[in-house]
């Protein structure tokens, strides 16, 4: 009973495509988050929606636009692909009160040749 | 800039002996800290964390040491097991924000029979 998932786990595309990842999560979470992970490891933040609400949004292309259609869902859509997009973007989410924990889920891995 | 920094990329250690991970920081507004296990393939999975009002936190063969002053915090991980070979992140977050995590590059533990 997965928590928190992604899909597609992977994604290969061309240059100039558009195209969407999708997550969601059973965990009654109110806030959840997108990540990317470079080809350096890093994990950074790029945003994050709390009860569909955006709350955070890093330094990112505005090629990138997150949609929240409901609190279960937060769904990252990238226009233009770019050779620099590749990466591995992470979902997660966290509970509204208490400490910090974030859960996270599988990972998608996309890859723009 | 980066905030959170695991200057040992790596680490390989004897299985039943202890395994230190460590990490700083730079932002004196991180309240909470929090440590990441990442297997290949998977999502970081939420090991253990702390908040700065307390210098040590246990479960388990897990504790989590902080000291504020030098801005360190360390993984003990003791009896180290097979298992536990996965690439550990460190990761801070500031009370009050958006619970933003600000997470380390890693550092890939791995235990030796």
């Known amino acids: 009973d997965t928590a928190v998932s992604q899909t597609p786990k992977y994604l290969v595309t061309q240059m100039g495509n558009d195209k969407s990842i999708k997550c969601e999560q059973n965990?009654?979470?109110?806030?959840m988050y997108w990540y990317k992970q470079d080809s350096k490891k890093f994990l950074k933040i790029m945003f994050s929606?709390?009860?569909?609400?955006?709350?955070i949004n890093e330094t990112v292309p505005n090629r990138f636009s997150p949609k929240s259609p409901d609190k279960a869902h937060l769904n990252l859509h990238i226009n233009s692909l770019e050779l620099g997009d590749s990466a591995v973007y992470f979902c997660?989410?966290?509970?509204?009160?208490?400490?910090?924990?974030?859960?996270f889920g599988p990972g998608t891995r996309l890859t723009v040749t | 800039d980066q905030q959170v920094k695991q200057n040992s990329p790596s680490l390989s250690v004897q299985e039943g002996r202890i395994s230190i991970l460590n990490c700083d920081y730079t932002?004196?507004?991180?309240?909470?800290f929090l440590w990441y296990k990442k297997y290949p393939a998977e999502g970081p999975t939420f090991l253990i964390s702390?908040?700065?009002?307390?210098d040590k936190n246990e479960d388990g063969r897990f504790t989590v040491f902080l000291n504020k002053s030098a801005k360190h915090l360390s993984l003990h991980i003791v009896p180290s097991q097979p298992g536990d070979s996965a690439v550990y992140f460190c990761?801070?977050?500031?009370?009050?924000?958006?619970?933003?995590?600000?997470f380390g590059q890693g550092t890939r533990l791995t235990i030796n029979p």
């Open positions: 997660a989410s966290s509970p509204p009160a208490g400490g910090y924990e974030q859960y």
């Open positions: 965990l009654g979470h109110d806030t």
């Open positions: 929606y709390n009860n569909k609400e955006l709350i």
């Open positions: 932002n004196s507004m991180f309240d909470y």
């Open positions: 702390i908040s700065s009002i307390k």
């Open positions: 990761a801070a977050s500031q009370r009050g924000g958006a619970q933003k995590l600000v």
